[in-house]
């Protein structure tokens, strides 16, 4: 079992900072990419930043210069650094992992989510 867990989400008014933190726990062989998506209401969900395990970064044109996605490779976590926070970045924001099991001997690789942490900017 594999597991994402999520914090730091909330509300922020515009112009404000928030950092999430998501941290991957259960029977983990190798993480490899890991990224933050967001989902505004009515609308797909959409990449916002992703980072290799090597520290390799891509970001949305939307967030960049604004939002600063980084890891720590020892406790499985990934972070967003979040600044000035505009009404638009409101949205469940999720974070991925791709994910590298070992399990009798057999690699398994796939996709983990987790189960999201609403970023509300508004004043």
């Known amino acids: 079992q594999v597991q994402l867990v999520e914090s730091g989400g909330g509300l922020v008014q515009p112009g404000g900072s928030l950092r999430l933190s998501c941290a991957a726990s259960?029977?983990?062989?190798?993480?490899?990419?890991m990224g933050w998506y967001r989902q505004a209401p009515g609308k797909q969900r959409d990449l916002v930043a992703t980072?290799?395990?090597?520290?390799?970064?891509n970001y949305a044109d939307s967030v960049k210069g604004r939002f600063t996605i980084s890891r720590d490779n020892a406790k499985n976590t990934v972070y967003l650094q979040m600044n000035s926070l505009k009404p638009e970045d409101t949205a469940v924001y999720y974070c991925?992992?791709?994910?590298?099991?070992?399990?009798?001997?057999?690699?398994?690789?796939?996709?983990?989510w987790g189960q999201g942490t609403l970023v509300t900017v508004s004043s």
């Open positions: 259960g029977s983990i062989f190798r993480i490899n990419d």
């Open positions: 980072i290799t395990s090597g520290g390799t970064t």
């Open positions: 991925k992992a791709v994910v590298t099991t070992l399990r009798l001997g057999t690699f398994t690789s796939f996709d983990k």
